[in-house]
């Protein structure tokens, strides 16, 4: 999602969580409706930042079931209840936003045409986090470069990395040995190696670590 303006910038929120939880979102807002920050058209809003790398390092897709939030961990599962119409839809939060004052979240296009919210732009809503976020379960992030049956040429592969990368090794689990570089605690931190690598001529993707 982008900074500006989006479809379904939520405003007066509510945000419950489970009794165990260990997530902290942002505070509790209210406030009336106000209209879009930009006067272009809905859809043309999510057009221009459609293909936009987010927060997790996804592309954004206007079609995904998708949304933006200040502070819950990327990845995190919620229900956004529409209070004017009572309709529900589960997102995946998977970028950070609105930068809207008084608006806590950021709907992807998709999302908000199941909350019959494409025309007013914003609504009150409610949100329920039903799952956790991927940060939140995660102990990291790696970027993999490989993945091989023969550990002589992980072995190899990995030599050469460690010419630029110094820190690339091999893990192994009696199958696939894979070349891996890193040890990320934000998968951000991890994209960024990976778009790296991508512009060195290597494929590579970012895993996480367990």
């Given at each position: 999602m982008a900074p500006?303006?989006?479809?379904?910038?939520?405003?007066?929120?509510v945000i419950s969580l489970p009794h165990n939880s260990r997530w902290t979102p942002a505070a509790v807002r209210h406030a009336s409706s106000i209209p879009p920050s930009t006067p272009?058209?809905?859809?043309?809003?999510?057009?221009?930042?459609?293909?936009r790398t987010t927060a997790s390092g996804e592309v954004y897709d206007m079609h995904a079931l998708t949304a933006a939030h200040p502070s819950l961990p990327l990845g995190t599962l919620v229900e956004v209840r529409?209070?004017?119409?009572?309709?529900?839809?589960q997102v995946r939060i998977n970028d950070r936003g609105p930068h809207?004052?008084?608006?806590?979240?950021?709907?992807?296009?998709a999302a908000a045409q199941h909350l019959d919210m494409?025309?007013?732009?914003t609504a009150r809503v409610e949100i329920v986090v039903v799952g956790p976020g991927?940060?939140?379960l995660a102990a990291g992030y790696t970027v993999q470069v490989g993945a091989f049956r023969d550990p002589e040429r992980a072995r190899l592969v990995c030599e050469d990395l460690r010419r630029t990368f110094p820190e690339a090794t091999v893990n192994g689990d009696g199958t696939w040995h894979r070349v891996q570089i890193g040890d990320f605690p934000r998968r951000r931190q991890a994209e960024d190696l990976r778009r790296e690598l991508r512009r060195l001529g290597m494929a590579a993707l970012v895993v996480t670590l367990r």
């Open positions: 500006e303006g989006g479809v379904a910038q939520a405003v007066s929120i272009l058209p809905e859809r043309s809003r999510q057009t221009l930042r459609y293909g529409n209070l004017e119409n009572d309709r529900r839809v809207v004052k008084r608006r806590v979240i950021d709907l992807s296009y494409i025309g007013p732009g991927e940060e939140a």
